[in-house]
């Protein structure tokens, strides 16, 4: 899933080594939201705007299957033992949100529709489906698609959920976080963080950490929703933080990129790239990679933001990059996803 | 048997279309000229995100310029939430004259035209005008357009839906004021009279205004308030949500929850709620000041006494042309007695008279010192008022252009503001005595507007020359003529601008935007021994809710000023200013604060120049076009055309092929191919090509009509402007000639060259269907010879001159007189008949070596809109037309035969600006003009008027 967890963790716990080298390329013939790629069993799931999910081939970079479920998909593909599930996007109506997919049949299991337009990260627990709907209804199914609650947040919601098998997280562009309790969706507490927040929210050890678009970044008690610190970015955040032991690691809409002391919020350092970050930041024991709008990757060095490495692609990085049997995977226009060998 | 070629007569109409497109009035048959009068030695400076073409006289403008635009770039990257990934190219032009000049589009520019971004190969093309302020605005309003029109490609591309579709107009650009600029006292203005007046229309029927400056302005209003009320992040999110629906109003109601009706409903009661409490403080223009002229837009009024008669000269637009008049000074007569002085747009002389950037001034004698356009300069034109006529045309080298002359009092000398090939606006006098140009000042501050003290020994004027708070604001200086001295009269936050002297001299009036939009204000003044001491406080003169400038003393006591009122701009009288400045008693303290510095406008660092060099030419491809026919008969036929140019668009080179054998014996015979390049970059434009023409061919200007023909050969034209409105062309051609005729055994082999030279002239002044005032004129000699065979010899006279005589604002009387003459060997034919020509006759029928025509036509409105409301769309069908009209003429090949006629009525409207659709009906004249013909003649078409 994105982020690896429902909690949402971008780190690896592995030294990233120092070679890398093109292993190969796929064309996914259209554009992608701002997610990441999903995998299981050396197959990689991702799904397109233009309503297709490709599996791929982790090894050949070949295609493994191909599903046309004509809306777009802005989410990530969750996966399950033995189905896919795929959150469909839309405009004016649709009939469909959200789709199970038997990937050894080869066929549609079930289809429902629940309310609008699913344009963000859903969430797979334990066999339950957790999503928010444009218009700001959370819901929590099972895996035959019922309903088991729905609550109305209150907002619009385009951020990614988070959730530690107590608590859901959810961050609203009215600048609400909020949590609401697992089993019965209930309000645990409701905070304003004073700006939309497109990022979401990710849990650890009994915080919660988020940031918004006035470049906001707080960290959260996530029992009673107080504020411990607020770091001040310089620019817009729409990326979801990364985190490792010690720091938090995220960029702006201006290309800069931060590690901040968790404890305390201060600033460890920053550094300019230029470009614009939009998606999450993968965080190894030693290196940052950090995926660029302006057509970049760059490799830092985690301690001191130096600039170790850039890999030039051929159009705006889009994806979040995942890491699985010693490939980085990455995703940008036109259409591509590109699988790099790490030595 | 008809030619394949029908098949591809679209082709070749694109490629006529193409080359037209691209060449404009050059090498058609009217049309005026985009006179390169400047030679560009373009330079490159490669930015982190640009290609900034320029040239080397107004380097650091340029480089000024950069800075501005990667400031925007980093700004707009963060505000859009996107990156593009292709590099931008910008090219600046150091005036709007010289932008006028550019071929990166095919149009002649208007001068409302502040710059522009071209979707074909992306360019962004901006003047600057003296202003950095101003310069900065506009780089930032077209990036918007950059990042707008980009962000939504790849929004639409990704998910695979049609990648050119664009939201609507008002959305675009009022984007692109939005996220450019702050809301400024010109669309505070506009907004207060749309609502104050009852004109302000909302979302749901918007279109009404379609392409207005009020269009602009509302959807300027419209995303403030949806900033305001829902978030501005709801802005970007329209952007993002673009791809849900093909109808914005979908696209809007699901981003802000309202449909168009709905939200109308909020937003017009917040306006009201905004505007109407104005109009219990303040007053429109005409409620306290007395409105003289009514109609047309009218600027810069001037006063002058003649014997007894109080007149007004200023600058308008009454008829479609700018142009000096006067009228009498006096309420109840002005209009009727409203007289042109000089016209302005119709003649080389006189080509513009910049009625939004300049004024004019006229000294005690009456002697009108004036701004026109003229040639590659603006000029400063002297008009003796008495003599009635121009007796003195003052031009500059270094100047481009010029605006605000105005006056010392004892007419030695003149001021003026101007920009230079550096691109500064500074301050000049000129000295009629021993005929010296003297220059004031000399920096990248906009300095204009000035005027002289009484005493004729400084000068003030309006700059933005500021301390570092207030960069881009506008407040009044003055200056010693003797020592250059600078100080400033005003110290306000807003801008102060149109400076005059109060008529006893003992102070100076002037505009200054304090609340929100243009008053009048004083600042007092008195003469003392050192110079001027001016009061540290302005005093209120008006308080009106939309605007006063261009104010000028009539007598004594009353100002003459413009106001912008009921979306017109008028003169308007204000009497006793003195008193009414006692009476509102308000009074505004200058804070000056000379600890400041003057503020300094950053260069782009040399870090941030990733490469400098000189222009070289580059091109890439324009346009692609081609198609595939078939058909049971002829077969299955395929072809192109292909078209680049360089990045200004100076060469252009133009690609047709196609094939239309009918067997697969002829397909290497059946080639069809042209090649022509063409060269915009200088004064005389030229082009020159090569051609193979293979198939038959159904020709109606041959007198064989139906034949084969093989040509193939090279040809040069060029086209030398003799200024806007005139020109002369010249060509030459050769071609190697085979024909087959059919039915016959005829085999005619020639080997042709082709001369022709010819002479236009275009000033003509369009409304919605056609000309209805000035005069197009075009002649034309050629010869046509057949150098090795002697088969084909023939001379060639065209003669074509349409005069449109002027009856009211949108109706005339068009005369047109034609005379095509060919005579010789094998002279091909002329054809008229159908509603281009000869009304009422088929279609292109008369046909002769010899051809005459005469045409008298009455054209007038009939129908301003007519609206169509269905449940899912409105249309506005603007501007129904009708036209009253005679024909006469006749077409002959060696013997006159008869001449024809026709009489009849008809309609006009036009599509969109796009298309001229025509209905006639009436009667042709036939036998010699003896006689009608039973019933009457029905014909529907295209076309514009001639």
Known sequence: MYGQTPQRNFYIDENLGDSLKLKWEYSTSAGTAFTSVTAKDSVIFIGTLRGKVHAIDLITGKRRGEIDLKEPIYSSIQITRKEIIAALAHGKSSSTDIVWYDVIDGSIVREKKFCGSIENEILLYNDNLIFTCDDGALFKIDKYGTVIWKINTGTNVFSVLSCNGEQIIVGGIDGSLSSFDFVFGKLNWKINTGAAIYSGAIIENGFVYTNNHHGNVLKININDGSIIWKYNADSKLRALLSYDSENLYFGDLNGTIYSIDKLNGKIIWKISSGGIINNSILVFKNKLVVPLLNKLVLILDKNNGKVLQKIEFPGRVKLSPIYLNKQLIFGCDDDLIISYQVN | MLRLNRQFLFLIVLFSFVIYSFVYSQFSYFGRNKVQYSDFNWHVIKTEHFDIYYYPEFTEIAEIGAKYAEEAYSEFQAKFNHFVAQRIPLIFYNTHLHFQQTNTVPGLLPEGVGGFFEFVKGRVVIPSDGSLSQFRHVIRHELVHVFMTNKIYRIQKDHRLNA?????????????EFWSTDWDSQAEMVMRDAVINDYVVGLSNIDNIYGSFLMYKEGQKILDYVSEVFDEEKILQLIENFWKSNNFEDVWKITLGKNYEEFDIDWLYALKKEYYPYLTLKDPPSVKGTKITKQGFNFSPNYFEIGNEKWIYFLANRDGYSSIYRMICDTVRAEETAELVLRGEKTDELESFHLFRTNFKISKNGLIAFISKSGSTDVIHIYDIKKKEIIHTLRFDEIISISSPSWSADENLITFSSVDKKGYADIYIYNFTNQNLIRLTNDYYDDHQPVFTPNSKYLVFSSDRGTGDDPGIYNLFEISISNLEIRYITSTPYNSTNPIFASNGKGVIFSNEYDGVKNLWLVEAYES?????????????????????????????????????????????????????????????????????????????????????????????????????????????????????DLLSDDQYHFLIYNNAQSSEDFLKSFNVAVSKFSLGQKTNYAYGIFHFSGRRYDIRDSDEYFFERSYGAYFALAY??????????????????????????????????NYI??????????????????????????????????????????????????????????????????????????????????GWPRWSIRGEKLWLTSFELRFPLIDVVSLKFPFMNINLYEFRGAIYTDFGSAWDTKYISTLGSVGFGFRINLFGALVLRYDIGKRIENNLKEFQEGLFYQFFFGWDF
């Open chain 2, 164 to 176: 050119d579709a664009l939201p609507p107009l008002w959305f675009v650009e009022g984007l692109a």
């Open chain 2, 529 to 645: 021994s050192d110079g001027y001491i001016y009061s540290n406080q302005m005093k209120r003169i008006t308080k009106f809710t939309t605007s006063a400038f261009d104010a000028n003393i009539s007598d004594g006591n009353t100002i003459l000023f413009g106001a912008f009122e009921k979306f017109s701009f008028q003169i308007y009288k204000f009497e006793n200013y003195g008193k009414v400045v006692d009476s509102l008693n308000e009074t505004i303290e200058f804070k000056f604060d000379q600890t400041k510095p003057i503020w300094m406008a950053d260069k782009i660092p040399a870090l941030g120049v990733k490469e400098r060099f000189k222009y070289q030419r580059e091109y890439n491809l324009d346009i692609a076009q081609s198609q595939i026919a078939t058909n049971p008969v002829y077969g299955t036929s395929g072809g192109a055309i292909l078209s680049l140019s």
């Open chain 2, 721 to 754: 402007p003799l200024s806007f409105f005139r020109r002369i062309e010249a060509g030459i051609s050769l071609s190697n000639s085979s024909k087959e005729v059919f039915g016959v055994l005829k085999n005619r082999k020639a080997l042709l060259l082709t």
């Open chain 2, 758 to 839: 010819s002479y236009v002239f275009d000033n003509s002044l369009w409304a919605s269907s056609g000309p209805v005032d000035g005069s197009r004129l075009l002649f034309l000699l050629a010869q046509t010879n057949d150098i090795k065979f002697s088969n084909v010899n023939y001379f060639s006279i065209m003669a074509d001159y349409r005069y449109y005589y002027r009856l009211g604002l949108k109706s005339a009387i068009a005369s047109r007189f034609q005379l095509f003459y060919n005579h010789g060997r094998e002279a091909r034919r002329y054809f008229m008949g159908g509603n281009w020509d000869l009304h």
